[in-house]
């Protein structure tokens, strides 16, 4: 079984990468189906990082329609830098 991605988060020193998901999530997570309802799973709790500023969310275009979904940990909370 895969580490949650919040178990990943706590363990890993700051700058630590995870690509914790590849497609488009926006409409991955729309699909009926009980694969949809695991990928809004995960989209919650990666967003939930972030929020909380464990991560710093990004997104690495692959192709039309695909993306990585990466999360990197920060060492401190992390915030929007001010213009």
């Known amino acids: 079984m895969a580490d949650s991605l919040t178990k990943w988060a706590m363990?890993?020193?700051?700058g630590a990468r995870r690509c914790y998901y590849r497609g488009f999530l926006m409409a991955d997570v729309e699909r009926k189906t009980p694969e949809g309802r695991a990928v809004?799973?995960?989209?919650?709790?990666?967003?939930?990082?972030?929020?909380?500023?464990i991560v710093a969310l990004v997104q690495q275009?692959?192709?039309d329609?695909?993306?990585?979904?990466i999360a990197i940990r920060v060492g401190r909370k992390w915030q929007y830098p001010h213009a």
């Open 11 to 14: 363990r890993s020193p700051p």
């Open 40 to 53: 809004r799973a995960l989209g919650q709790e990666a967003w939930r990082l972030g929020q909380s500023g």
């Open 61 to 63: 275009r692959l192709g």
């Open 65 to 69: 329609g695909v993306y990585d979904y």
